[in-house]
């Protein structure tokens, strides 16, 4: 049997050890970053409201990959994201080539704030997820190759012009809903065509950092409701610095960086 205070002072120690980590100094850049959010129950003043959680994971210069900020907001608003993004920079963090996540409006007004030079690329992923959103169901088969086949060209060029053509489809199909959203997203989404071809998989779409936060989600469904925001918020930090220390070895990257120190040098000579 454990008294209540002996389990508080262990988690006091736990949450010491979590907060050191998470308020580590980090590199002066990271070429790409990673961001999202995802939503958690906790009790307040007797009734369950929701949380949000905001993570950055970054890939550095070596082309390993670190967990680089995890923090509270009471939505993905810009005030939210502001305060993730400050940190960061607080925390040494000077330069983020590409940052990469879905629309949400709050991060995109936030960005340029701390970060001015950094690139945005829009999820791919969740950008189909919003164009399909007006396209009925029996319909998605035969439009999911369409857009599909877009984000498989060969340059950003050709990709804006398939995105036309398909739009012309959609039109045809009398989706024009579906066809506006593509028209007026597609720049978002080519972003990752300025970057060396051996990384467009993993940086046109935030897919890491959802398998990621799945694996979150799955490990605080058993919680339910939190106790409060600081209660979530180590949870989250602790499976996140439980994947980085064992799953993300020292020794094997995440990311060949040979192409973009070439491109790079190219562009300085």
Same mark, same amino acid.
């Given at each position: 049997?454990?008294?209540?205070?002996?389990?508080?002072?262990?988690?006091?120690?736990?949450?010491?050890?979590?907060?050191?980590?998470?308020?580590?100094?980090?590199?002066?850049?990271?070429?790409?970053?990673?961001?999202?959010?995802?939503?958690?129950?906790?009790?307040?003043?007797?009734?369950?409201?929701?949380?949000?959680?905001?993570?950055?994971?970054?890939?550095?210069?070596? !082309?390993?990959? &670190?967990? %680089?900020?995890?923090?509270?907001?009471?939505? #993905?608003?810009?005030? *939210?994201? /502001?305060?993730?993004?400050?940190?960061?920079?607080?925390?040494?963090?000077?330069?983020?080539?590409?940052?990469?996540?879905?629309?949400?409006?709050?991060?995109?007004?936030?960005?340029?704030?701390?970060?001015?030079?950094?690139?945005?690329?829009?999820?791919?992923?969740?950008?189909?997820?919003?164009?399909?959103?007006?396209?009925?169901?029996?319909?998605?088969?035969?439009?999911?190759?369409?857009?599909?086949?877009?984000?498989?060209?060969?340059?950003?060029?050709?990709?804006?012009?398939?995105?036309?053509?398909?739009?012309?489809?959609?039109?045809?199909?009398?989706?024009?809903?579906?066809?506006?959203?593509?028209?007026? !997203?597609?720049? &978002?989404? %080519?972003?990752?065509?300025?970057?060396?071809? #051996?990384?467009?998989? *993993?940086? /046109?779409?935030?897919?890491?950092?959802?398998?990621?936060?799945?694996?979150?989600?799955?490990?605080?469904?058993?919680?339910?409701?939190?106790?409060?925001?600081?209660?979530?918020?180590?949870?989250?930090?602790?499976?996140?610095?439980?994947?980085?220390?064992?799953?993300?070895?020292?020794?094997?990257?995440?990311?060949?960086?040979?192409?973009?120190?070439?491109?790079?040098?190219?562009?300085?000579?």
């Amino acid at each position: 049997r454990v008294s209540p205070s002996t389990v508080s002072n262990l988690n006091q120690k736990i949450y010491e050890r979590i907060e050191e980590w998470r308020q580590r100094p980090l590199r002066n850049r990271y070429v790409y970053t990673y961001l999202d959010g995802l939503w958690l129950k906790r009790a307040w003043g007797g009734e369950v409201e929701n949380v949000s959680i905001l993570v950055a994971i970054g890939v550095n210069e070596m !082309g390993f990959r &670190e967990v %680089l900020g995890v923090s509270e907001g009471m939505s #993905e608003d810009k005030e *939210s994201w /502001r305060n993730l993004l400050r940190n960061l920079y607080g925390r040494g963090l000077r330069r983020i080539d590409l940052a990469i996540s879905d629309k949400a409006a709050g991060l995109i007004e936030a960005l340029p704030e701390f970060y001015p030079q950094a690139k945005w690329q829009r999820c791919v992923f969740h950008f189909h997820k919003n164009i399909l959103h007006k396209v009925p169901k029996q319909k998605r088969e035969e439009v999911i190759p369409m857009l599909k086949a877009i984000h498989a060209q060969e340059d950003a060029q050709s990709a804006r012009e398939k995105a036309i053509s398909v739009a012309a489809k959609l039109e045809d199909l009398k989706l024009g809903p579906a066809a506006s959203i593509l028209l007026q !997203g597609i720049d &978002e989404s %080519l972003t990752y065509y300025r970057f060396p071809r #051996e990384h467009h998989r *993993s940086i /046109r779409t935030n897919n890491m950092l959802e398998r990621i936060m799945k694996e979150i989600r799955r490990r605080t469904r058993v919680v339910g409701s939190f106790p409060d925001g600081k209660s979530a918020l180590m949870l989250a930090c602790a499976r996140l610095r439980h994947i980085a220390t064992k799953s993300w070895s020292d020794t094997r990257k995440y990311m060949d960086m040979t192409k973009l120190e070439e491109i790079e040098l190219q562009q300085t000579a």
